[in-house]
């Protein structure tokens, strides 16, 4: 059965960064505070750019690394949580930026877990002849819905985007069938309080407990769906939401030799952009070689999950 592959990556983040001591004048908190219980040391601020500026930057440079011409994509989505424009959708703003003219084009907001619901989302389409060529991208302007006062979640919070562009692929074999899913009876331990101007809030402890013991067989799960073990993961990229987090996940699955992204050190917590933002930096640096199986795994707000393993570009 024929199938989609990542054919190409990119990313952006804005130029403006925000260490731990600078947010240290802001709250009664410290460098040493946020490190230990985050892993975080300095995110991306935006000023002026807003998140379709954020996305079309990241889903350019894709394009271009894909040698596709824009009238090629036949899908453009995007995943987000904090873009205050509802209606058009920031993947057609994208799409008219970019000089694609007649993709269809449609966010989705699945949280922390967007960028892998979307990537799902655009494989089902592309394995069902509806795109040959489709725009994936995560992008997000957390400050926007960031509480500056609350020193618990405005340590967290960054700005970026990252993008892929997926191609059919005829062996089936680039992306792997998803496993996804939602615990709403947790929903309110990430989320944004609803309003015009939402704030970002998090019950750290449940989401704590909640990740570190059931994202492992879901991984695991999208292993098996693959055809793999963890064993065979040349590289684990997860939701960036804190260290501590992701290394406990990594450890309890056995990936023991995966490269493991860990950007959130550099860029904090960026929402859907986050394991797009990772992945493609991963790759740019050549820390991860083409064709190597690679765990996508994304997991937050609603409680909600989603992943699946690519074939690294």
């Known amino acids: 059965m024929s199938g989609s592959r990542i054919a190409a990556l990119g990313h952006h983040q804005p130029a403006r960064v925000l260490t731990n001591d600078d947010l240290a004048r802001l709250v009664d908190t410290s460098d040493d505070w946020i490190r230990q219980r985050t892993g975080i040391v300095t995110r991306r601020i935006a000023d002026t750019e807003s998140v379709t500026d954020l996305a079309a ?15 090629e994509i036949d899908m453009v989505v995007v995943a987000t949580c904090s873009a205050m424009d509802r209606c058009p959708s920031i993947a057609t703003q994208v799409a008219g930026r970019l000089g694609i003219p007649s993709a269809v084009g449609f966010d989705v907001n699945n ?21 040959r060529h489709a725009l994936v991208i995560g992008a997000e302007r957390m400050s926007d819905v960031t509480d500056w ?41 990430v989320r944004l309080d609803d309003g015009w101007q939402p704030k970002f809030r ?39 939401a804190n260290l501590r987090i992701i290394e406990a996940v990594v450890d309890r699955l056995g990936a023991t030799g995966a490269v493991v992204a860990r950007d959130v050190v550099e860029s904090g917590n960026t929402s859907a952009a986050s394991v797009p933002l990772a992945l493609a930096k991963l790759v740019e640096r050549g820390e991860v070689p083409g064709g190597a199986p690679t765990l996508l795994l994304g997991f937050g707000g609603g409680l909600s999950w989603a992943g699946q393993v690519v074939i690294c570009p």
Request: aromatic content about 4%; glycine content about 14%; overall charge negative.
């Open 57 to 71: 930057a990241a889903a350019g440079k894709a394009l271009a690394s894909a040698g596709l011409a824009p009238e």
């Open 111 to 131: 949280g922390c877990a967007g960028f892998c619901t979307a990537l799902a989302t655009a494989d089902h389409a592309v394995r069902a002849g509806a795109a």
């Open 149 to 189: 006062t609350d020193r618990s979640s405005c340590v967290l919070l960054g700005d970026g985007a990252g993008a892929a562009v997926l191609s059919h692929d005829p062996t089936g074999r680039g992306v792997g069938p998803v496993v996804w899913g939602s615990d709403p009876t947790r929903g309110h331990a």
């Open 202 to 240: 998090q019950e750290g402890q449940t989401v704590y407990r909640w990740a570190t013991t059931a994202l492992a067989p879901i991984a695991e799960e999208a292993c098996r769906r693959a055809g793999i073990t963890p064993a065979d993961l040349g590289a684990v990229v997860t939701h960036q």
